[in-house]
């Protein structure tokens, strides 16, 4: 049986330790502040927005928010993100994705000073995370980190699997797992023996947003789980992409689905939204 690893205990450590150097950033006079940005009435994209308001109040964050309707063009979104940018007040923007199919992603993400990119989306931070230097490093990507090493797992020369390549998740979580030391191979859709690979993992980390992918004969003895997937099934119900009960069996630890990964990206975005701030301060934190 699997220790099962708590990301919503693990994510209130993580906005608790945030919430004391907020205080601590007040006490010199300085706000720690973040702008979130929500394009349209997408249901999804209206509660994630929601949670990282109630998440900022939490720790004591100041939060500015931008909710534009769906016609929004991108040259208003792109003059929004400009006065941001300018805004001394503010050290963190965050657009929540997707944005209408009207407005092109990439160009808005550019726009974000990386500086201010909470999110870690912005090229230039992806390119400082690829050679191990990154302050503001992808939220989910740095969620599964923190939760591996506070169960107490030393990633240091693991056989580190991550299945899935996506930019947002896939690649981001391998170049961390390379930065603390593991041996990092990256599967997806068109590696042979997929199986195989993942047998050889001490860690897996399952991203590929398919139910239940990664199966009990797929996994080792002892295995490190991590589940990023969030897919809704037809009973309504929420799975990982790790068939939890087969898995669960052979793991030494697993994160559920919800209640595992999940809830850690917001932790992270608060942490990154002191990161920034601290460093626009010019002091530790
Ligand atoms: N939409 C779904 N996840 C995310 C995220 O982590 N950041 C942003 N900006 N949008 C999202």
New binding site residues.
């Given amino acids: 049986m699997a220790n099962i690893i708590d990301g919503k205990l693990i994510s209130m450590d993580i906005k608790n330790e945030v919430k004391e150097k907020a205080a601590k950033l007040k006490e010199k006079g300085i706000e720690p502040c973040l702008a979130v940005v929500l394009v349209g009435e997408d249901p999804a994209?209206q509660v994630?927005v929601r949670n990282k308001k109630k998440a900022c109040e939490y720790c004591g964050i100041k939060s500015l928010s931008y909710e534009l309707s769906g016609d929004t063009t991108e040259e208003e979104l792109l003059a929004l993100i400009d006065e941001l940018n300018n805004n001394k007040e503010c050290n963190g923007i965050?657009?929540?994705?997707?944005l209408p199919k009207h407005i092109d992603e990439n160009k808005i993400l550019l726009k974000i000073l990386p500086e201010k990119d909470v999110?870690g989306?912005h090229p230039y931070n992806v390119g400082l995370l690829s050679i191990g230097k990154a302050d503001l490093k992808?939220?989910?990507p740095a969620g599964c980190i923190e939760l591996i090493k506070r169960s107490g797992v030393d990633i240091t020369g693991k056989n580190c699997v991550v299945v899935g390549r996506s930019n947002?998740v896939g690649k981001p979580v391998g170049m961390l797992l390379l930065s603390e030391n593991g041996t990092v191979t990256t599967c997806h859709s068109k590696t042979n023996d997929i199986k195989f690979v993942c047998r050889q993992a001490d860690i897996i980390v399952a991203a590929v947003g398919i139910p239940k992918f990664v199966k009990g004969d797929m996994v080792k003895e002892g295995v490190v789980v991590i589940d990023v997937g969030i897919n809704r099934m037809e009973n309504g119900k929420l799975c990982g992409d790790v068939d939890f009960e087969e898995v669960e069996k052979k793991a030494s630890y697993i994160t559920p689905v919800p209640g595992g990964v999940g809830p850690m990206?917001i932790a992270m975005?608060m942490n990154n939204c002191i990161v920034a701030c601290c460093k626009q301060n010019n002091v530790v934190c």
């Fill in positions: 994209s994630y965050l657009v929540q994705l997707p999110d989306f992808a939220c989910t947002i990206t975005l």
